[in-house]
């Protein structure tokens, strides 16, 4: 099915570029808050219905999906993004997978392994709170990863890729840029915050101290890895509202390029209505 040209505003402003937006711009869209939210509802129904019509081209049996795939430093927002982007449409048509550090048995695979049990099936939007990148950024960062075996799976990685794209699945890769200042707001807020006590992870402190490391770490995925069958987007994550709206317009612009169409029926709609109105109920 040949793609319908629909305009790509926002992913053509938040492709990855040289340099990365600052986490509290607004390079692209409103630029204050309440404009930000009036924007974000009026979405919800046009991905709620391109939504279903993708969803009801997989059941008439369509191959298409989409992946979203959603990385960032701790407290960027991975999980709000998926409550209140994804929540706007039918849970039946989305798959959702988090990866945290592998387990026994998944280390006992390769580290596409536990990936491609949670691709989405024909007609899903698949998202991934955070994906095989980690693989590449957490034995970088402790040093497990030499050169060699890095530039590996950036081959690796983008042949995967390649692969999903070429099945049908178009990979939308969204880096949610905060600032370490907002960071350290956001995880004063878990601690002072009984609610939020379940969201605290000792181990982020960790994963701050080596801050300049991580981030040297996905400019060079960026750089390797961001291709015209699967580009990186940088979503500026400091405001929460402006997060929300990013990733909802990527997803909005990739759907209505997808364009997808609600399948023909296998049957004669007319006979059925003539039928169902001489079909009474029985006692």
């Known amino acids: ?27 692209v869209g409103p630029g204050k808050k309440p404009k930000a939210l009036a924007k974000l509802e009026g979405a919800g ?15 008439g049996g369509g191959t298409r999906s989409l992946l979203l795939v959603l990385q960032g430093m701790d407290t960027s927002g991975k999980g709000g993004t998926v409550s209140h982007v994804l929540g706007l449409v039918n849970p039946m048509g989305v798959h959702y997978a988090a990866f945290k550090k592998p387990t026994a048995a998944e280390r006992r695979h390769e580290y596409l392994w536990r990936i491609r049990k949670q691709l989405p099936a024909p007609g ?13 950024l957490v034995p970088r960062v402790s040093g497990l990863l030499s050169a060699t075996e890095r530039r590996r799976r950036y081959t690796e990685v983008n042949a995967f890729e390649k692969e999903l794209t ?8 969204v880096f949610l840029h905060l600032s370490p200042e ?11 915050t009984p609610e939020k006590h379940w969201k605290y992870n000792p181990g982020d402190l960790e994963a ?5 490391a991580y981030q040297e770490a996905y400019a060079d995925i960026f750089k390797r890895t961001s291709t015209d069958h699967a ?17 909802a317009e990527l997803l909005l612009e990739t759907l209505a390029e997808l364009d997808p169409v609600l399948p023909e029926p296998g049957f004669d709609v007319d006979a059925e209505l003539a039928k169902l109105k001489g079909v009474g109920v029985s006692a």
């Open 124 to 136: 899903q939007i698949g998202v991934f709170d955070r994906s095989h990148y980690e693989d590449i």
């Open 1 to 27: 099915m040949a793609k319908k040209d629909t305009g790509s505003r926002v992913r053509d402003a938040l492709r990855v570029g040289a340099e990365l937006p600052d986490p509290g711009s607004t390079p």
């Open 45 to 59: 129904e046009r991905l709620s219905t391109l939504q279903e019509s993708l969803y009801a081209e997989g059941v």
């Open 208 to 212: 701050r101290s080596h801050w300049p």
């Open 166 to 173: 070429d099945a049908g699945t178009t990979v939308v890769k």
């Open 182 to 192: 907002e960071q350290l707001k956001r995880l004063k807020a878990r601690l002072e």
């Open 231 to 247: 580009p990186w987007y940088v979503v500026p994550a400091d405001h929460k509202w402006y997060r929300n709206w990013a990733v």
